[in-house]
């Protein structure tokens, strides 16, 4: 199968960071050979993953430093490089990336499932996928809202990038300026960007395309990776901060208004608008298989990179240190039978 131009454009990007942080990486990060000392956790301020940026002072007897990215492929680039040990990030980015190099850590939880939106610009006229045509549609090339915009638009008869205008910007955080200013109709995002949106008053939920958002591709998001080196040399650690992990995600879960109170601490916002936008949302620390198994298939479908990397990317899911962590089996946490 030949590669599509964005497929290189893809490689070329991860192959080009990947190589720019491992130069500049010390080698016993690289190596992660070390069994004691600090660990970073890799995050990038979304809400979902709220649990995950506070486990690090509720690990016990390890000390946890979170560093934050702007993107998931900053995250797989660092854990790559071995200048981080974990991170939260999309399984779509590390089957991409498996299509032409090794991705070197496993998935021991579950992160987020069920969280791109889809928002249209006030006053845009756009009420169901046919809207879309001639328009200008922004999300962050290579994330999960992105493959779910692509998918959503070719399971009804709409190419991306030739029947719109597909702009792809670095953050949220921009996406929601430029639907505010007008310089897109619509966007996919994630929360609490599209409570933002919709509470500003310029972007507004559209029913129709969103409860299609998924049709043809995955709803599973991401999921937490520890090195494979980590794993090996410090196993006990690796369980500490799943279990901590787990524990702020079953805490969540039953006070949502703690975890507004808590997000704000890590990203600037209001804990009303917060706690607003956790109505859409719930911990997830399950990795339903199933629906890993349909993101590379669906990337590989699309022409987004050259070759289906199922296999590859199913054989990272590690179930041990969550199903410790939570008392449950590999196959109630989502591992196929």
């Known amino acids: 199968m030949n590669r599509s131009p964005r497929a290189l454009r893809l490689g070329m990007a991860l192959v080009a960071a990947a190589s720019l942080l491992l130069s500049t990486a010390c080698s016993g990060e690289a190596e992660g050979s070390s069994s004691t000392g ?20 509720k690990v016990d007897g390890v000390k946890v430093e979170l560093v934050p990215f702007k993107s998931s492929n900053e995250i797989l680039v660092a854990l790559s490089s071995g200048s981080i040990q974990m991170g939260a990030l999309g399984f779509n980015n590390v089957a991409a990336s498996l299509a032409s190099s090794d991705f070197p850590a496993q998935f021991v939880a579950g992160a987020s499932t069920n969280s791109s939106i ?15 045509k001639g328009r200008k549609i922004g999300a962050v090339r290579g994330s999960s809202q992105y493959v779910h915009l692509l998918t959503g638009m070719s399971q009804h008869g709409l190419d991306l990038n ?6 792809s910007l670095q953050t949220p955080t921009d996406l929601n300026l430029a639907l505010q200013r007008g310089d897109i109709d619509a966007l996919v995002t994630f929360e609490p960007n ?7 008053g310029y972007g507004v939920p559209v029913p129709s395309i969103q409860d299609q958002l998924y049709d043809g591709s995955f709803a599973i ?10 794993i090996q040399n410090r196993s006990q650690d690796v369980q500490k901060i799943v279990d901590a992990y787990y524990a702020e995600c079953e805490r969540y879960a039953k ?3 703690a975890w507004a109170e808590e997000f704000v ?3 600037p916002g209001d804990p009303k608008v917060i706690r607003k936008a956790l109505d859409n949302i719930d911990p997830y620390f399950e990795m339903d298989e199933q629906q890993v198994r349909k993101v590379a298939g669906t990337l590989a479908r699309l022409g987004e990179i050259p070759k289906d990397t199922t296999d590859a990317l199913v054989e990272r899911l590690n179930y041990d240190f969550i199903a410790k962590a939570s008392g449950k089996t590999a196959q109630q946490l989502g591992k196929a039978e």
């Open 118 to 132: 889809f928002l249209a610009r006030k006053g845009s006229g756009i009420d169901g996928w046919g809207d879309l």
């Open 38 to 57: 600090d660990v970073q956790v890799g995050w990038v301020p979304a809400l979902v993953w709220g649990a995950w940026a506070t486990t690090p002072p």
């Open 162 to 167: 030739k029947d719109a205008e597909f702009v």
């Open 255 to 257: 006070d949502k208004d």
């Open 221 to 230: 998001s991401s999921g937490i990776a520890a090195r494979r080196d980590f």
């Open 265 to 267: 601490k890590f990203s």
């Open 194 to 200: 599209a409570v933002i949106a919709v509470m500003g």
